[in-house]
């Protein structure tokens, strides 16, 4: 495949079209040098393609929205669900009378014509296999239910999710159409800005299959849901957060839109902002104002039409006003024309929604509003604004995305693997994370849900900010968009680390109130020794994408006091092993020697190394690779059991909570990230694959009939699974390592993509598969890996996989 020149240097970077789809490594000069747009890949015809018909379609939900916006789901059966838009995590969150329609007859004055809603009840009255107590995906909405009690919605539909792009397939036999969508917000690698637009594209496809002309019609539909807050009911158009809500007609050249407000709210307001439908059509005919479905039904399923009522008022205390487009056309036999509606949103007041309870310490300011901001509100004023800019340059967002897509889907990769790399790519877009005003990105460990009973009601982010631990294992962000990931780094180092070197490993916003140094902040109750490791090891992750030596000068005083903190506090003699309190993302303190954090020692103080070799101090680095040489030999000499590597621990001292004689699947962590960033072996490789397949013959599992999964439960009795520990040989304590009788899919990718590194590609692929087979759509949907909280951040150790194939 040719190399791509420079678009800024003309030099040729060592990055390339398609090099996601081999073992290389991803490096070039800088972010802004790369063009993503002059890639040429060559794309094979027809690649295969997952449908998801029938049953599988119950729990599809992707959602579609830019980092750091907020997101609305299309899911399996045509409906939008999940509208996440308005700076709250809600998963059951729904706003009614928002959709999609289709209008058709003969050109003949005596033909009934054939109206309906774009969403499908097949599955809607039928029991479905139970899914894992911790999944509510497969939910129908009420309003979604009523909506085709109504009005006649089609029979069927197929659904194909290539991240980040959805595409759905209408059946009806009443109707004369071929009918499709594709639907998609712009997602362009390397093009932070371009991937965070508030808005969802939608073209809506429609073809003549008749050997005569029809006249034909597509509608969309869209509330005004402008002041919601994104939990309290609404039923129809009556809710206790509306009022004064009012749609103006707008026309912009060839686009005609509706723009959404409300005269009720002050500009500082958690709901102020704005809301807009569009499409690219002169002809379209519109309602910008009604309330009831009869209402717009009577005109739509008429005419294929709408009134082109232009009303303004706004509405009475407790409601709101729909709005809706219509583009007519005529369809000669055998002709396709496809409409662009645009849904866009923009709600620039994010405030600090969510419990920072443990975070606060002593500030007693339970009512105080901290601001946050979303990144997106310095670029645009309006919803409007949003849509202007996309349909200005619409061609290249659409063909730099469908790029994106091609680029990591053509490929012989199997299937099973480039969807664990792609699906857990949303988790970016998610809810669970946000771009501040601020210009730094953050994010939850997952979204509250099923899974998050700690929480008051599944509401809100989960666990925040930042927590060093979990984001351990993501590299989707640092890969797509390292712009972004730098910002991290940046609040580590820069913001949250206490002058004696450590990191709590949770943020507190806004930054400029007093770090949470002086106080327990849970999960676990002391700084994370783990998070504190991968912090290096991020840092110097960032500085192998950018090469930039000035942005390492900044960092490396803050890194180097990181592992001078762990020389005096945890590893005093610099032996290279840590025994004492290792505070983890299991959520408690394990103790005595690991491979699970003494790994993460061993490459820290590989990476450290070479960054203290870039920036001139060869002491420093002969120091690391000394205490790493007497680390090396002395997890080597003590935790090998012929098998895998297990945890020495005095369990007189330390009786709960440890693993000792156990399998545990993250115990070559370090190893995994060793891999990614090219830093050899920490371990005698022989014994490393040895290890990786121990865990998978000792903790995979074919069924799990019988076992009980504590304290939650993500899989069912016929899944298959890998568990985070178990005791082969016996030895099991009475009170073990949290966690260990779960399934969580961020260690199942680390593992899976450990077995690829080690060049164990059938094990591997074992792991992979039955993996995404519990996210297939039947039970759980494939674009929500669910931990503690949905679309949580873990799962991003999916992208190794890539790497590692």
Partial sequence: MPLVKCAACRRSPTIWPGNFLRRQSITFHSPACFNWCEANVPVP????????????????????????????????????????????????????????????????????????????????????????????????????????????????????????????????PALPLRVSMQAFNPFIPLNSKDSALPAIIFNLSLSNATDHVLLASAASTLQNAVGWDGVIPIFDTKCSAYGGNFNSLIRLGALTGVSMGTARLPEDDDGYGSMALATLSPDATYLTQWDRLDTFWSEFGASGRLSNGADTTPSVAGRTWNAALAVPMTLAPGEARTITFIIAWHFPNHYVNYSQRNLLGNIDDA???????????????????????????????????????????????????????????????????????????????????????????????????????????????????????????????????????????????????????????????????????GAILKTYREYRACGDDTWLARLWPSVKAALNHIWSVHDPERMGVLEGEQPNTYDISIYGANTFIGTLYLCALRAAGAMAGRTREPEFADECATVFVRGQAALEGRLWNGEYYVQDVDFTRHPEQNWGQGCHA??????????????????????????????????????????????????????????????????????????????????????????????EVEPALRIIEATRARYDGRKQNPWNDIECGDHYVRAMASWTLLEAA
């Fill in 367 to 533: 009512k105080s509003k901290f601001w946050i901001g979303n990144q997106y509100g310095h670029w645009f004023g309006s919803a409007l604004e949003v849509v202007n800019y996309i349909q200005s340059d619409i061609e290249r967002l659409s063909a730099q995305t469908l790029l994106a897509r091609d680029v990591f889907h053509d490929t012989t990769l199997p299937p099973a693997l480039v969807d664990a790399v792609t699906s857990q790519m949303s988790i970016i877009r998610s809810p669970t994370c946000f771009w501040a005003g601020d210009g730094r990105f953050y994010g939850f460990e997952g979204c509250a849900g099923l899974s998050t009973p700690h929480t008051i009601e599944p509401i809100g982010g989960c666990c925040p900010l930042n927590c060093t631990h979990v984001w351990n294992y993501e590299m989707s962000l640092a890969r797509l968009f390292p712009d972004l990931e730098r910002t991290m780094r940046d609040i580590e180092w820069n913001i949250q680390q206490h002058p004696s070197g450590y990191l709590p490993h949770r943020v507190l916003l806004p930054t400029y109130l007093p770090r949470p140094w002086d106080r327990d902040i849970d999960g676990p109750k002391h700084p994370a020794l783990d998070g504190l490791l």
């Fill in 666 to 759: 993250d115990q070559l962590l370090g190893q995994w990230w060793a891999h990614v960033l090219e830093l050899g072996h920490l371990l005698d490789p022989a014994r490393a694959r040895t290890a990786a397949l121990s865990i998978l013959r000792n903790n995979f599992r074919e069924t799990f009939e019988g076992h009980t999964q504590r304290p939650r439960a993500f899989v069912t009795d016929d899944d298959q699974g890998l568990l985070n520990c178990t005791w082969p040989h016996g030895g099991r304590p009475q009170v073990p390592t949290p966690y260990s009788d779960e399934v969580w899919t961020g260690i199942e990718y680390e593992v899976a993509a450990l077995l690829l590194y080690e060049a």
């Fill in 45 to 172: 015809s027809p690649r295969p393609r997952r449908v998801h018909r029938g049953e599988y379609l119950r729990a599809v939900a992707m959602p579609l929205g830019g980092i750091g916006t907020g997101t609305i789901a299309l899911c399996g059966d045509g409906s939008l669900r999940q509208w996440q838009i308005h700076n709250q995590v809600n998963h059951l969150a729904c706003i009614p009378h928002s959709f999609f329609a289709v209008w058709a007859r003969r050109p003949r004055a005596d033909e009934v014509p054939v109206a309906r809603i774009l969403q499908s009840r097949a599955l809607y009255d039928t029991k479905g296999p139970d899914p894992p107590p911790t999944s509510n995906d497969h939910l129908v909405p009420p309003a979604h239910r009523s909506l085709l009690k109504r009005l006649p919605g089609v029979e069927a539909t197929e659904f194909v999710g290539e991240y980040p792009v959805a595409e759905l397939t209408y059946h009806d």
